[in-house]
């Protein structure tokens, strides 16, 4: 089996920073494309952010020039900088992996959210 696990979050007044970090772990061949993803209360999970495994990146229009994402290839790992936060970027943050593992089985993994809360 195959672990996300995301870490990062926290509270923080409107304008500031945060870094999002998800380590993923287990029976990993390979990790394809890594995203992010975010669902605030009472709406539907939204996308954020994807990277593929050879660095190309792709930002929803609300994030761009706010948000990064980036990944680790040794390490397994995806990261979210997110900066000039806004009171509507509160929400709990998903990472995913489109994973292959070492029986060669291909599927998307979820980590289990950590929340972002932005005070106005």
């Known amino acids: 089996q195959v672990q996300l696990v995301e870490s990062g979050g926290g509270l923080v007044q409107a304008g500031g920073a945060l870094r999002l970090s998800c380590a993923a772990s287990g029976n990993i061949f390979k990790i394809n494309n890594m995203g992010w993803y975010r669902q605030a209360p009472g709406k539907q999970r939204e996308l954020v952010a994807t990277?593929?495994?050879?660095?190309?990146?792709n930002h929803v229009d609300s994030v761009k020039g706010r948000f990064t994402i980036s990944r680790d290839n040794a390490k397994k790992s995806v990261y979210l900088q997110m900066n000039s936060l806004k009171p509507e970027d509160t929400a709990v943050y998903y990472c995913?992996?489109?994973?292959?593992?070492?029986?060669?089985?291909?599927?998307?993994?979820w980590g289990q959210g950590t929340q972002v809360t932005v005070s106005s």
């Open positions: 995913n992996a489109d994973t292959t593992t070492t029986t060669l089985t291909r599927r998307i993994y």
């Open positions: 990277i593929t495994s050879g660095g190309s990146t």
